[in-house]
């Protein structure tokens, strides 16, 4: 069983960095692949990222992300997080943060998720 929660949303100017934060409960967390998803209203939800269960494992990016978004995780504080430098107005989404069984890009692998942050990046 696993329990998430983001934080780190907020208001950004385009150009900016922001970082959020995923929370996880439960002694299972490390066993799990790790991914963030984001979504804009009327839109399907859209992949981001995603981290290997083991610490420091293989990275996955959106391309429209890549180079410029980091994903980590530290499995000794139970924390998932995202580094999102120059930002643009067509980041401003809720992102959400997943964890699955299995190494995946397609939301419907992920069992938990979280309730979301919203990212707004102005120009």
């Known amino acids: 069983q696993v329990q998430l929660v983001e934080s780190g949303g907020g208001l950004v100017q385009a150009g900016g960095s922001l970082r959020l934060s995923c929370a996880a409960s439960?002694?299972?967390?490390?066993?799990?692949?790790m991914g963030w998803f984001r979504q804009v209203p009327g839109k399907e939800r859209e992949f981001v990222a995603t981290?290997?269960?083991?610490?420091?494992?293989?990275?996955d990016y959106a391309d429209s992300v890549k180079g410029r978004f980091t994903v980590s995780r530290d499995n000794g504080k139970n924390m998932m997080y995202l580094q999102m430098n120059a930002l643009k107005p067509e980041d401003t989404a809720k992102y959400f943060c997943?964890?699955?069984?299995?190494?995946?890009?397609?939301?419907?692998?992920?069992?938990?998720w979280g309730h979301g942050t919203q990212v707004t990046v102005s120009s």
């Open positions: 997943a964890a699955g069984p299995v190494n995946s890009k397609w939301s419907r692998h992920y069992n938990y």
């Open positions: 439960g002694r299972t967390f490390r066993s799990y692949t």
């Open positions: 981290i290997a269960a083991w610490s420091g494992g293989s990275t």
